[in-house]
């Protein structure tokens, strides 16, 4: 074999240690970022409670879980402090249940009650970059917080999105695939993007009754 050749094959046998050490690294880094913290880490965390791994949980000082909550495998729960002077707090109320793929964005303050159902892939965001100054990139605008509440006994379909500053009332069902751009009052149901109320609760009748189509009820 010529020096040139074994220089080569020296080369070689480097580059994959140096590859080797790099992917147990990112596996070990992944397998710690994708293990929930253990209960004593939240801010509150009540008996019977699970987030099932994988899972990715930050800031969990801020976020407060109640008792009986499950949040199934591969959801990430961002609560991140970026405005400055205000701490970032997530409560989840006693019963709740989530599906897979849960995504919460939390940088100011998200609300859930009690008994809440949400099913797979749901987006749940209390914020937004502002984009107002046209001379700066939007990554680098502030960032501005609006609180989310969603009242106990609500359910949330396959897909749903909760945009900033929404609060869905008690017992309400979003569809699957809905965008909540704006409160949902309780015990109504509402569907589409943006999501319009269809059905809503008449409390004399005690029974559901439809909306026009296109309407929008206000609470």
Same mark, same amino acid.
């Given at each position: 074999?010529?020096?040139?050749?074994?220089?080569?094959?020296?080369?070689?046998?480097?580059?994959?240690?140096?590859?080797?050490?790099?992917?147990?690294?990112?596996?070990?880094?992944?397998?710690?970022?994708?293990?929930?913290?253990?209960?004593?880490?939240?801010?509150?965390?009540?008996?019977?409670?699970?987030?099932?791994?994988?899972?990715?949980?930050?800031?969990?000082?801020?976020?407060?879980?109640?008792?009986?909550?499950?949040?199934?495998?591969?959801?990430?729960?961002?609560?991140?402090?970026?405005?400055?002077?205000?701490?970032?707090?997530?409560?989840? *109320?006693?019963?709740?249940?989530?599906?897979?793929?849960?995504?919460?964005?939390?940088?100011?303050?998200?609300?859930? *009650?009690?008994?809440?159902?949400?099913?797979?892939?749901?987006?749940?965001?209390?914020?937004?970059?502002?984009?107002?100054?046209?001379?700066?990139?939007?990554?680098?605008?502030?960032?501005?917080?609006?609180?989310?509440?969603?009242?106990?006994?609500?359910?949330?379909?396959?897909?749903?999105?909760?945009?900033? *500053?929404?609060?869905?009332?008690?017992?309400?069902?979003?569809?699957?695939?809905?965008?909540?751009?704006?409160?949902?009052?309780?015990?109504?149901?509402?569907?589409?993007?943006?999501?319009?109320?269809?059905?809503?609760?008449?409390?004399?009748?005690?029974?559901?009754?439809?909306?026009?189509? *296109?309407?929008?009820?206000?609470?």
């Amino acid at each position: 074999m010529t020096p040139d050749a074994l220089r080569g094959r020296w080369s070689t046998a480097r580059t994959r240690l140096r590859e080797g050490w790099r992917s147990r690294q990112v596996g070990v880094a992944t397998a710690r970022n994708l293990t929930p913290p253990p209960p004593s880490a939240f801010g509150s965390f009540g008996p019977g409670s699970y987030i099932v791994p994988p899972a990715r949980v930050s800031m969990p000082e801020a976020i407060h879980v109640g008792a009986g909550v499950i949040i199934n495998e591969h959801s990430w729960i961002s609560v991140v402090e970026v405005v400055p002077g205000h701490t970032p707090k997530l409560t989840i *109320g006693d019963g709740t249940v989530i599906d897979r793929l849960l995504h919460v964005a939390c940088v100011g303050e998200i609300e859930i *009650g009690e008994d809440v159902l949400i099913a797979e892939r749901v987006l749940i965001g209390d914020t937004y970059h502002d984009y107002t100054d046209p001379d700066a990139h939007i990554v680098k605008q502030a960032v501005v917080p609006r609180k989310v509440t969603i009242e106990r006994g609500a359910h949330l379909g396959l897909n749903v999105i909760v945009m900033p *500053g929404v609060t869905i009332g008690e017992e309400a069902l979003v569809g699957a695939g809905a965008v909540v751009t704006r409160d949902v009052p309780p015990r109504t149901v509402v569907v589409g993007n943006p999501a319009r109320v269809v059905r809503r609760f008449d409390p004399e009748l005690e029974e559901w009754i439809s909306v026009p189509s *296109g309407d929008v009820v206000d609470g």
